[in-house]
């Protein structure tokens, strides 16, 4: 057996994962600003975009399924950004509305990328580049 192979500092997943924390580590300041958790701010930039979608595409943008969107939805509802209705024609689908409330938070989120992209030490062309390999690496799925 080779022990290469296990080694920490051999594995991709490992700086994936440690990665993704730091960089959402970076926003939680930003983001407390404005009251919401990373979690959170990412479902609300799809309804900025959208304004109202039902559950199941939501989760498809976000890969998030149901039962992990389920308490954050609640969550955001409670605190009146967005309202939860089931959808008239099937039952099943639940669908999200952006509220007032939460399309009035889009103008301070919009200067949060802007403070990340100033405390990452990458370059443009790098961030880039970082973005199309993630990209297909989640577009690779099985």
């Known amino acids: 057996m080779d022990d ?6 051999n594995q991709l ?11 959402v580590k970076r926003y939680k300041p930003y983001l407390e600003e ?3 958790t ?7 930039m799809v309804l900025w975009e959208h304004h109202t979608i039902n559950v199941k595409t939501l989760g ?15 969550r955001l509802e409670s605190v009146g950004l967005i309202e939860r209705k089931r959808d008239l024609n099937d039952e099943r689908n639940v669908i999200i509305k952006l509220t007032t409330e939460g399309e009035s938070l ?31 690496i989640l577009e690779n799925k099985h």
């Open 38 to 44: 990373y979690t959170q701010y990412i479902v609300m």
């Open 60 to 74: 498809d943008y976000l890969y998030l399924d149901s039962g992990t969107l389920t308490p954050l939805l609640k």
């Open 4 to 9: 290469q192979q296990l080694k920490l500092e």
């Open 34 to 36: 404005i009251g919401l």
């Open 106 to 136: 889009k103008e301070p989120a919009s200067q949060i990328p802007e403070k990340i992209k100033e405390c990452l030490a990458i370059t443009q062309e790098e961030a880039i580049t970082l973005y199309r390999l993630l990209y297909k």
């Open 13 to 23: 997943c490992f700086p994936l994962y440690a990665s993704a924390k730091e960089v």
